[in-house]
């Protein structure tokens, strides 16, 4: 196998794993945001993982990756960065996690379409086929009802969707200077002292039984973080946008066991195409880079 297929499969395989940590967040965010405002909530989740990102480094003596380099990129990621995750707290407060991500896994197209005259990645008729096709799957497992989509809940996980979008095209511009810890670190930072100006003069205190889920949505925040980034590093924004999708599977499962929402037939139908459409591209995208000539 190829050093750049090797690439592509770790960064899909980081991309599965961000959507699964990001997932077991966005399902504590959802329990927060019944008790404190959005703003706060994104506050809180900034907060907590930036202990989870820095004391690695300290640790193993690598400080210096924190530093950034391109300084006005990294504000603009942290600005939308806010704008994105006040936004999905909304939704998930407004809807289901199954319905919110029905909304915000519109992201992976918008991605796929803004590689390419902001990255210059090539997207060719069969992958937007697939693309298509998956993104058909996540609709038909979800099959998402007018009164479910059709809410300001709903517009909250759109915009959400366009913010998360741009913010990942940004990602990959900066890591071609930047390291992973400087964009994590960035993003944390900007989320954390943003929203937490902002939801100061409202701020509810924290719940004593909460303390220990707010740990857990450091350290899942901080995962998630890292393997996103880390997909970007090694495969192309166009490449990873399928896998995005198996959030819907985690989504539906955590609303089964924490909420009581017990998922239909449709749902295995559409999570079976959303898996053979993901395993398609995986096998297209290693027969491409395999017949194409070595450039050493």
């Known amino acids: 196998m190829s050093s750049a297929t090797t690439s592509r499969l770790h960064g899909i395989t980081s991309m599965l794993a961000a959507a ?12 927060f945001a019944g008790h404190y405002p959005p703003m706060q909530v994104s506050a809180m989740r900034g907060a907590a993982s930036i202990p989870f990102i820095v004391l690695p480094l300290v ?13 006005p990129l990294h504000l603009a990621r942290g600005a939308l960065g806010v704008g994105m995750l006040v936004a999905f ?3 998930v407060r407004s809807l289901s996690l199954a319905n919110a991500y029905a909304v915000f896994l519109v992201a992976p197209l918008l ?32 099959r ?10 709903a517009l909250a996980a759109l915009v959400a969707a366009v913010g998360y979008s741009c913010s990942a095209i940004l990602s990959r511009i900066l890591l071609r200077t930047d390291t992973t810890a400087s964009l994590v670190l960035g993003f944390l930072l900007s989320l954390t002292v943003v929203a937490g100006l902002i939801a100061l003069p409202n701020w509810v205190a ?12 450091g350290l899942l925040g901080a995962l998630g973080q890292h393997f996103a980034i880390d997909a970007f590093r090694h495969a192309p924004a166009s490449v990873l946008a399928p896998f995005e999708y198996t959030a819907l599977l985690w989504g539906a499962l955590i609303d089964w066991f924490a ?18 459409t993901g395993i398609y591209l995986v096998r297209r995208e290693s027969l491409a880079v395999t017949t194409l000539p070595a450039t050493g």
Not at 20 to 31: S, T
Not at 117 to 138: M, Q, S, T
């Open 20 to 31: 699964l940590f990001f997932c077991g967040m966005d399902a504590i965010l959802k329990l």
């Open 59 to 71: 640790v193993t003596g690598r400080l210096r990756e924190l530093r950034p380099v391109r300084w």
């Open 89 to 91: 707290v909304y939704a």
């Open 111 to 142: 991605i796929a379409a803004l590689s390419v005259p902001f990255l210059g990645e090539h997207v060719d008729g069969k992958r937007w086929l697939a693309i298509l096709i998956g993104l058909g799957g996540v609709l038909v497992m979800l």
């Open 144 to 153: 998402p009802s007018a009164g479910g989509l059709i809410s300001f809940g």
């Open 206 to 217: 924290l719940r004593n039984d909460d303390w220990g889920w707010l740990l857990g949505v």
């Open 259 to 276: 909420w009581h929402t017990l998922p239909s037939a449709n749902v295995f139908v559409g999570g079976g195409i959303v898996v053979v």
